[in-house]
């Protein structure tokens, strides 16, 4: 019955041609405000109950809807989570542009450690990172996130650093990024401390900055 209300709810707004005639396949509208909540739902269903043990029916149930509207929209919690994943990345981080290379990787490491240190991020990533040893869609999907999150953010820092002259032109980018990256990252996800030291973000970015100015 709850399905066939969502079904309904779901295609408000679609009217055939015709009075009797059935609309054609595709022809549903899908509501947005229904599509972002069982994008929340996912994540709340991926922090209590993790990628294994996750089910439709259980993001249906936290979104308010039924099983159908989730299924109209991915055929499986596999494309679900491919398609959130996905959807982060494209959100982006925002790019600081401050004219300076610490004070940039600064505010990007505060916009990163709070992203990490939340509490359903500090639940999710540990698990999908597990499944992506386990699965190569779901393992290339992270990897493209991180591609066009993260790593486009921090390139554009070091690229505008080397424009500025504070970094060497030929720097080896691939390198700088893993010094920019890896030290949150290693924190947050591997060894998961819930709190950061006073200081430690400004120490970290004058840390960065020495690094990179000295490759």
């Known amino acids: 019955?709850?399905?066939?209300?969502?079904?309904?709810?779901?295609?408000?707004?679609?009217?055939?041609?015709?009075?009797?005639r059935r609309a054609p396949a595709g022809a549903a509208v899908l509501r947005e405000d229904v599509t972002e909540a069982i994008r929340a739902a996912v994540f709340e269903e991926l922090a209590a109950a993790g990628y294994a043990r996750m089910?439709?029916?259980?993001?249906?149930?936290?979104?308010?809807?039924?099983?159908?509207?989730?299924?109209?929209?991915?055929?499986s919690?596999?494309?679900l989570v491919l398609d959130l994943v996905s959807a982060v990345a494209v959100q982006g981080l925002p790019a600081p542009d401050t004219g300076s290379l610490e004070t940039d990787l600064r505010l990007l490491y505060e916009?990163?450690?709070?992203?990490?240190r939340h509490p359903v991020a500090g639940q999710i990533i540990?698990?999908?990172?597990?499944?992506?040893?386990?699965?190569?869609?779901i393992a290339e999907a992270m990897q493209k996130a991180l591609r066009e999150g993260q790593?486009?953010?921090?390139?554009?820092?070091?690229r505008a650093a080397a424009e500025r002259g504070e970094i060497r032109a030929d720097i080896d980018?691939?390198?700088?990024?893993?010094?920019?990256?890896g030290p949150l990252y290693w924190r947050a996800v591997v060894v998961r401390s819930p709190k950061l030291p006073k200081g430690h973000l400004p120490a970290l970015a004058r840390a960065t900055t020495a690094a990179l100015k000295a490759l």
Request: glycine share 6%; no cysteine.
């Open 1 to 20: 019955m709850l399905d066939a209300m969502t079904s309904r709810a779901d295609t408000a707004g679609a009217q055939p041609q015709r009075a009797r």
């Open 55 to 75: 089910s439709i029916e259980g993001i249906a149930r936290r979104a308010g809807v039924g099983k159908t509207a989730v299924y109209r929209r991915w055929r």
């Open 77 to 79: 919690k596999l494309h």
């Open 111 to 116: 916009v990163t450690s709070r992203a990490l």
């Open 126 to 137: 540990p698990d999908l990172q597990a499944e992506a040893a386990r699965n190569p869609e």
């Open 151 to 158: 790593q486009s953010v921090a390139s554009g820092i070091v």
């Open 173 to 181: 980018e691939d390198l700088a990024l893993d010094l920019i990256s």
